[in-house]
Nanobody, 124 residues
Framework: QVQLVESGGGLVQAGGSLRLSCVASGNIFSIRAMGWYRQAPGKQRESVAVITQDSTTQYTDSAKGRFTISRDNAKNTVYLQMNSLRPEDTAAYYC??????????????????WGQGTQVTVSS
């Protein structure tokens, strides 16, 4: 079984920084892409940043220049460094792992997984 566990959320003043971490655990062989999504109250979940296995990155426009996504493939971990935070960044942040190949006995399986979410609150 594969699990994603996020950490690093919290309350910060506008202009401050936070670093989110997400660890994928289980008998994992590879993960095609890992990313961070967020959902504010009353809004749809949106992609914030995604990083592929070869470290190609993609950011939503509002995150460019302020957020940096990175990953440690050996540790199946993805990070999101968030600087210059704004009140509009307030949301629950979710980790996603896409194309997770893992073994159950001798057989490989591939699925996508979500973490439970971590709250980021930016006060003005």
């Amino acid at each position: 079984q594969v699990q994603l566990v996020e950490s690093g959320g919290g309350l910060v003043q506008a202009g401050g920084s936070l670093r989110l971490s997400c660890v994928a655990s289980g008998n994992i062989f590879s993960i095609r892409a890992m990313g961070w999504y967020r959902q504010a109250p009353g809004k749809q979940r949106e992609s914030v940043a995604v990083i592929t296995q070869d470290s190609t990155t993609q950011y939503t426009d509002s995150a460019k220049g302020r957020f940096t996504i990175s990953r440690d493939n050996a540790k199946n971990t993805v990070y999101l460094q968030m600087n210059s935070l704004r009140p509009e960044d307030t949301a629950a942040y979710y980790c996603n792992a896409e194309g997770v190949t893992y073994y159950k006995g001798p057989l490989p399986y591939t699925n996508d997984y979500w973490g439970q979410g971590t709250q980021v609150t930016v006060s003005s």
